[in-house]
T-cell receptor, first 112, second 110 residues
């Protein structure tokens, strides 16, 4: 099993729909992150969480919300999807600031 | 402004050849610099992490260098293989920021 699992892998949804992307990890890391990747751009941070009771906005949090259900689970929601949220979404975990990330395989989201 | 600039944007080389990818940054204060490899459709995978005091770090055929004075890093790939075809992303970590470069897309031709 992968250390960081994202579901679904691919999703097509209509404008205005609510959608949830899920992430679970087996690394035992406290820190979890959601990133968005657009073609030709670097990864942009949406939200991050350093433990179950800690949620922080990233650079581009507007239009998104998150829930940290447990140490191992961190979900990202789009309350009302819009086409410019079409992107590749990555969940990542980290042991701490001096440590690298472990990324999931990504969710490719298309909003039509 | 905290920035990470990578060059070239894309690179095509023949299998077996060496190549060097560049990363310049303006992130301050600086904590560490990371190189990731991202295969198409997959999440990035860590190659190296270097702190201020480290000048070079190797991971198999990948060797990263860091010059913290000039704020430059490079990733050298030796004896390239077809499986090296991927995007290579430079990430600079400051005290409270993590900045991703846009990546260099590397294509290895047989």
């Amino acid at each position: 099993d992968a250390d960081v699992t994202q579901t679904p892998r691919n999703r097509i949804t209509k404008t205005g729909k609510r959608i949830m992307l899920e992430c679970s990890q087996t690394k035992g890391h406290d820190r979890m992150y959601w990133y968005r990747q657009d073609p030709g751009l670097g990864l942009q941070l949406i939200y991050y969480s350093f433990d179950v009771k800690d949620i922080n906005k990233g650079e581009i949090s507007d239009g998104y919300s998150v829930s940290r259900q447990a140490q191992a689970k961190f979900s990202l929601s789009l309350e009302s999807a819009i086409p410019n949220q079409t992107a590749l979404y990555f969940c990542a975990t980290s042991e701490g600031q001096g440590y690298g990330y472990t990324f999931g395989s990504g969710t490719r989201l298309t909003v039509v | 402004k905290n920035q990470v600039e990578q060059s070239p944007q894309s690179l095509i080389i023949l299998e077996g050849k060496n190549c060097t990818l560049q990363c310049n940054y303006t992130v301050s204060p600086f904590s560490n610099l990371r190189w990731y490899k991202q295969d198409t459709g997959r999440g990035p995978v860590s190659l190296t992490i270097m702190t201020f005091s480290e000048n070079t770090k190797s991971n198999g055929r990948y060797t990263a260098t860091l010059d913290a004075d000039t704020k430059q890093s490079s990733l050298h790939i030796t004896a390239s293989q077809l499986s090296d075809s991927a995007s290579y992303i430079c990430v600079v970590v400051g005290d409270d920021k993590i900045i991703f470069g846009k990546g260099t897309r590397l294509h290895i031709l047989p």
